[in-house]
């Protein structure tokens, strides 16, 4: 044991030594050429390993030019068009967008009703079904209910799908394709049903 601290401190001493040394090479050679680069060169070999730096005072202005610089030289992560289109994300964004599109409907009718009956505005179902038809042009009729139709079967086809997935079934690349052509079955045989219904 008291070989090994020995030796310890053996080690410790010569590289102190070395240190030392080292040091007042450079602060001899900084004195005599009053170059930065012998010291910087004799600071690198002094402690390897290790990095020293300098730091320099800046404005907010002056940091954020060089962020700015910084961020323009920062390669670009790749996006969508380096995949193959799959069906497993074309229908992982359409859920996503009729999701969308249905909410705002919903919440959008549920907040037009509750507020006209808060402020006594006259709002029924009668009054906004006779707007409806008397404004709305037949084209963006066909439009507002097809895209409904279609947008609703397929958001409750695949969250049926997402429920068999909550139970831990499907996950097989079979089973995941098999569910998204099921999917796509459903929303044309239903989303026409509900469609040719609405008139």
Known sequence: MFRVVGLQSSSMLLAKSSLASTLSKARAATSRTASSAA????????????????????????????????????????HLTIYQ????WYLSSVHR??????????????????VSGLLGLGLTTDKLSEFYHTHVPKWMDYTVKGGF??????????????LIWDA????????????????????VVAGTNFFLKSF
């Open 168 to 187: 831990g079934k499907g996950f097989t690349i079979k089973g995941i394709y098999a569910g998204g052509y099921a999917v796509m079955a459903l929303t």
């Open 149 to 162: 139709a279609y947008l609703f079967a397929f958001h409750f086809g695949n969250g049926i799908r997402h």
């Open 39 to 78: 010291f910087t060169r004799a600071m690198r070999t002094a402690a390897p390993g290790k990095r020293f730096m300098s730091t320099e005072a800046t404005s907010i202005k002056e940091a954020n030019k060089i962020l700015v610089n910084q961020r323009a030289h920062r390669p670009v992560s790749p």
């Open 85 to 88: 289109p799959q069906i497993t």
């Open 97 to 114: 967008i009729s999701g969308v599109f249905l909410g705002m409907a919903f919440f959008g009718a549920t907040i037009a009703f509750g």
